[in-house]
């Protein structure tokens, strides 16, 4: 089995904790070669991680030269564009932690950077590659739950927060920060084109200046709404999935889904009335009927590595085989691209003061 030697750049919380974590595990596919990170003890802890013949440094132009199949750019989320453009530059392969980019004009960029280096662009959305998300996919493919009317996702909870995800610097805030995830299912839900988009964001609890409250609602002819919610002030969390079709309902969050749905041929026969009784007397009352409901429920009992690292290991995957077998590439540059245009647009919506 062809083993692909692998750097990191960045050994924090994705760097060391989603990526090398992963990576350990699967010896026979990756090889950890080298490791670059600003801070010193971190560098250590790579060393004592991989073992001492891993090359380290503070700076990723030090990786320049060297044999190496895949740069994972797991570096704070402003220097994805730059140094994610260098890498190209200097013929590397690059897998990008989200989010991709700034702008989608930086995205671009680097699709137009690649093909002409002719070099593999990746972008780490493994959100796409959840069992919760892959269950929601199949059902509404399935059409039981029937025409889709809204959709809405909820990646919210009640935090404080004071690190570097909250600078508007660092490309931070709930957007930028966990906006990738949910937006990235979004646009898949939403399926072909350009979503029309309508934003709110605030500041609440933040110790930064990027917002820590977001709602983005997505809509377009014929297609569902879908409100997306990323904030840190909801203290009680209902659901992630809440989806109303047009002959079904699916509630679900990352661990159970529940969904229900009719069929047309048993409603019972109405026609239109102006007014009701309640039946044998003159009182008046609503139109009700009793539908006949079919329920269902999934639970993601079973996922080996849980909800993180199996999608994890679906994405990589999908990578080793795209690289080592010429599979596709099932999460494209160019689909992100998207997402990266909603960011920008719902930014564009929403100023906020800079201040640091
Ligand atoms: N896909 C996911 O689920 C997921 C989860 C967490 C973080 N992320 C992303 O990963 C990136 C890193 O976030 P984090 O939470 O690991 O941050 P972190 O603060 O925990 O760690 C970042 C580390 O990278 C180092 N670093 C940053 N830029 C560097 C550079 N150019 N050269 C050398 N070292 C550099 C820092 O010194 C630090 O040790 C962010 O873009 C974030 O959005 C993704």
Redesign the pocket.
């Known amino acids: 089995m062809k083993q692909l030697k692998v750097a990191i750049?960045?050994?924090?919380?994705?760097?060391?904790?989603?990526h090398g974590t992963y990576l350990i595990d699967d010896t026979e596919r990756f090889k950890v070669v080298a490791v670059?990170?600003?801070?010193e003890k971190?560098r250590l802890l790579a060393k004592e991680r991989y073992g001492n013949h891993v090359v380290t440094s503070?700076?990723?132009k030090d990786l320049f030269g060297m044999d190496i199949d895949l740069v994972i750019n797991?570096?704070?989320?402003h220097?994805?564009y730059s140094?994610t453009k260098d890498l190209l530059m200097h013929g590397f392969n690059v897998l990008t932690?989200?989010?991709f980019c700034g702008t989608a004009d930086e995205v671009q960029n680097l699709i137009d950077t690649a093909r002409k280096k002719k070099r593999m662009l990746a972008v780490?959305?493994?959100?796409r590659f959840t069992a919760y998300f892959m269950k929601v996919m199949e059902i509404l493919e399935s059409k039981v739950l029937g025409d889709i009317i809204q959709v809405s996702i909820d990646f919210s909870g009640y935090a404080r927060r004071w690190?570097?995800?909250t600078l508007q610097s660092h490309?931070?805030g709930n957007l930028?920060?966990t906006g990738?995830?949910p937006l990235d299912q979004a646009l898949q839900i939403y399926g072909e084109g350009m979503p029309k988009v309508k934003a709110f964001m605030r500041r609440v609890n933040t110790f930064g200046d990027a917002e820590d409250y977001a709602k983005v609602i997505l809509y377009g002819e014929n297609k569902p709404i879908i409100d997306v919610e990323v904030t840190s002030c909801q203290g009680y969390k209902p659901y992630v999935y809440n989806i109303q079709g047009s002959k079904g309902a699916l509630t679900g969050t990352m661990t159970k889904i529940n969904w229900k749905y009719f069929k047309t041929e048993e409603l019972p026969k109405q026609k239109l009335l102006l007014s009701f009784d309640k039946e044998g007397t003159d009182i008046p009352a609503y139109c009700a009927e009793d539908i006949k409901w079919y329920e269902e429920e999934w639970t993601s009992e079973g996922e080996k590595y849980g909800t993180?690292g199996a999608s994890t290991r679906r994405y990589y995957d999908m990578l080793y085989d795209h690289m080592v077998h010429g599979d596709q590439l099932t999460v494209t540059a160019e689909q992100v691209k998207k997402q990266i245009a909603v960011i920008e647009e719902a930014h564009r919506q929403n100023p906020l003061s800079k201040k640091f």
């Open positions: 750049i960045g050994q924090g919380r994705s760097g060391y904790s989603i670059i990170d600003f801070i971190r503070d700076n990723y797991a570096s704070y989320s220097m994805h140094v932690e989200k989010p780490f959305q493994n959100s690190d570097w995800q490309n931070a930028f920060n990738p995830h993180f």
